[in-house]
Structure formats: C-alpha cells, structure tokens
C-alpha cells in the first residue's frame, strides 16, 4: 500500500495562489490514479480533481475549473495542485488519494480511493 503526505498549505489572500504536493512512499505514484479532495468545518468532503496514472487524463469539479491543475511527476513520487486565483470559499484541509487503474483511467468515485493522506491546511483570507 502507498502512504501519501501532503505539503505546502498555508494562509493566502483572496486571489492568491499556493502549490500543494502530494509525496507518495511504500509504493510509486505510477502505480495509482490520484485525486485531490477538500472538507471544510461542517461541510461534506468535496472532490475536486484527479489525474490518471500516466497523467494525460485529468478531471475538474466545476468549482475548481480553470483555476486548479493537477499534474505528476511519477520521476519525483510526487503529484501536485496549483491553486490560482484563491477564493475565501476555497478554505479547506486538502487531502490526497490513490487509487487502483489503469493507465489511462480518471477516477470519480471517491469509494475507490483506498489510501490516503492526512491532509493540509489552506486558508484564504477575503
């Protein structure tokens, strides 16, 4: 089983911007389909992004499109989420997952994720 440690969170004005990484030991990222998920103090966990294992395949929540990426760097273990354009909204522990597929599979189903991180703080302030 992989473990995952997240980094990189932090406080950050509306607007902002921070990279989050997800560091992968015990096993390679290359061997599991990544997501990223969010819960904030009385909300549901949220799912927000995913990447593939080979990283040509990626998904979005709407909430996050076009101002979140998701990338890899199966070299490194290591798969990251560049958060541009921040909103107070957006205020969350971020968590990392993995998840068995194939090469080229996007996973959306949270009850896939099987092994996950224990999560960073990122606080946007207005």
């Known amino acids: 089983q992989v473990q995952l440690v997240e980094s990189g969170g932090g406080l950050v004005q509306a607007g902002g911007s921070l990279r989050l990484s997800c560091a992968a030991s015990g096993r390679t990222t290359s061997s599991y389909a990544i997501g990223w998920f969010r819960q904030s103090p009385g909300k549901e966990r949220e799912f927000i992004t995913a990447?593939?294992?080979?990283?040509?395949?990626?998904f979005y929540a709407d909430s996050v499109k076009g101002r979140f990426t998701i990338s890899r760097d199966n070299a490194k273990n290591t798969v990251y989420l560049q958060m541009d354009s921040l909103k107070p909204e957006d205020t969350a522990v971020y968590h990392c997952?993995?998840?068995?597929?194939?090469?080229?599979?996007?996973?959306?189903?949270?009850?896939?994720?099987?092994?996950w991180g224990q999560g960073t703080q990122v606080t946007v302030s207005s």
């Open positions: 997952a993995a998840a068995g597929a194939t090469y080229y599979t996007v996973v959306v189903t949270t009850s896939e994720y099987d092994s």
């Open positions: 990447i593939s294992r080979r990283g040509g395949n990626t």
